[in-house]
């Protein structure tokens, strides 16, 4: 595959899901980018908003395996990763394979689950492997993580701790759409497009997941400039050190960023990374690595108007 290719892929598969899903692009584009780098993402966002069905939707355009799990207080690890069991027949132990083995997997309400079932991702989503009973075993590639949260309801839930938000690459935030999107969502069912259905909104594959895997290959063509590298770190730099963050980002923020503008340069039709590259995927890489102090959320201050300040605070380079 050329690097040419991924432009035409990236374009043909953000306008097949929005056959289904209408509006929403920055949700779109990002779980897009997300699946062709390798990365993981945490949708955010109230219930009935499209997150399972833009997921379900996106593998069918891809063209590969799709898994969910409702995450709930009595699941187990081990509901998630697979287990041994013992064969009568073979007088040995055979390991059943959990929904992770899969190529897309989202975690529905990830923090409805304790912290015992969520550390079971940590393997999963860093190594794309499971270790059950002393052997490891290798998940499918491409293989991409979706996990989505409520804001809204914090009664019986779990907060996801930091060695887990850090493993996602995108945090994503989905609010309500404007009036015209929902007047054509509306219209879909008007006219009996059921998105419950999805055979009556005419989706077809274009592409397959060894596609997927090509253009992980490709976009490492991409060019990164030493400047555009010390604009990562300063950006790192400037949000360890600000004043309203107890809490930066850690160096896998850095090589996320990095990875995503590569993806994102490709997508756009480029071979090299630019700063706005930079600038339009910090929020996506930084929102949820970034922990205020108690006095700047009680005032109001968010994540993203935090990074807003740290990206004006510091200079971009010039072409």
């Given at each position: 595959?050329?690097?040419?290719?991924?432009?035409?892929?990236?374009?043909?598969?953000?306008?097949?899901?929005?056959?289904?899903?209408?509006?929403?692009?920055?949700?779109?584009?990002?779980?897009?980018?997300?699946?062709?780098?390798?990365?993981?993402?945490?949708?955010?966002?109230?219930?009935?908003?499209?997150?399972?069905?833009?997921?379900?939707?996106?593998?069918?355009?891809?063209?590969?395996?799709?898994?969910?799990?409702?995450f709930t207080p009595?699941?187990?690890?081990?509901?998630?990763?697979?287990?041994?069991?013992?064969?009568?027949?073979?007088?040995?132990?055979?390991?059943?394979?959990?929904?992770?083995?899969?190529?897309?997997?989202?975690?529905?309400?990830?923090?409805?689950?304790?912290?015992?079932?969520?550390?079971?991702?940590?393997?999963?989503?860093?190594?794309?492997?499971?270790?059950?009973?002393?052997?490891?075993?290798?998940?499918?590639?491409?293989?991409?993580?979706?996990?989505?949260?409520?804001?809204?309801?914090?009664?019986?839930?779990?907060?996801?701790?930091?060695?887990?938000?850090?493993?996602?690459?995108?945090?994503?935030?989905?609010?309500?759409?404007?009036?015209?999107?929902?007047?054509?969502?509306?219209?879909?069912?008007?006219?009996?497009?059921?998105?419950?259905?999805?055979?009556?909104?005419?989706?077809?594959?274009?592409?397959?997941?060894?596609?997927?895997?090509?253009?992980?290959?490709?976009?490492?063509?991409?060019?990164?400039?030493?400047?555009?590298?010390?604009?990562?770190?300063?950006?790192?730099?400037?949000?360890?050190?600000?004043?309203?963050?107890t809490i930066g980002?850690?160096?896998?923020?850095?090589?996320?960023?990095?990875?995503?503008?590569?993806?994102?340069?490709?997508?756009?039709?480029?071979?090299?990374?630019?700063?706005?590259?930079?600038?339009?995927?910090?929020?996506?890489?930084?929102?949820?690595?970034?922990?205020?102090?108690?006095?700047?959320?009680?005032?109001?201050?968010?994540?993203?108007?935090?990074?807003?300040?740290?990206?004006?605070?510091?200079?971009?380079?010039?072409?």
């Amino acid at each position: 595959m050329e690097l040419s290719e991924v432009k035409q892929l990236f374009e043909s598969v953000v306008e097949q899901i929005g056959k289904v899903v209408v509006g929403q692009l920055e949700l779109v584009e990002g779980t897009v980018i997300a699946l062709f780098a390798e990365g993981s993402v945490l949708i955010e966002g109230p219930p009935g908003l499209g997150k399972t069905l833009l997921v379900n939707v996106l593998s069918k355009t891809v063209s590969c395996q799709f898994r969910r799990v409702q995450f709930t207080p009595d699941l187990m690890p081990s509901d998630l990763t697979g287990h041994s069991i013992y064969d009568l027949k073979q007088q040995a132990f055979s390991f059943n394979e959990g929904p992770v083995f899969t190529n897309i997997l989202l975690t529905d309400e990830i923090n409805r689950s304790p912290p015992k079932t969520q550390s079971a991702l940590l393997e999963v989503m860093q190594e794309a492997q499971v270790s059950v009973d002393g052997k490891t075993h290798i998940l499918k590639r491409p293989f991409l993580v979706i996990a989505t949260q409520n804001p809204i309801e914090h009664e019986g839930t779990y907060p996801l701790p930091e060695a887990q938000v850090d493993r996602f690459m995108f945090k994503l935030l989905v609010d309500y759409p404007p009036p015209a999107d929902e007047l054509e969502i509306l219209g879909h069912y008007a006219a009996g497009r059921d998105p419950r259905r999805l055979s009556d909104f005419d989706l077809h594959p274009v592409m397959q997941a060894d596609d997927v895997l090509q253009i992980q290959h490709v976009v490492r063509q991409v060019i990164v400039e030493p400047k555009i590298l010390k604009y990562i770190v300063d950006i790192l730099d400037a949000a360890r050190s600000w004043g309203s963050v107890t809490i930066g980002p850690s160096p896998r923020a850095g090589v996320n960023l990095l990875l995503a503008a590569r993806t994102m340069a490709a997508c756009r039709g480029r071979d090299f990374v630019t700063p706005d590259d930079i600038k339009e995927l910090a929020p996506w890489v930084l929102r949820h690595r970034l922990r205020l102090r108690p006095e700047a959320e009680l005032e109001g201050t968010t994540p993203d108007e935090t990074i807003r300040a740290i990206m004006d605070s510091v200079e971009a380079p010039r072409s």
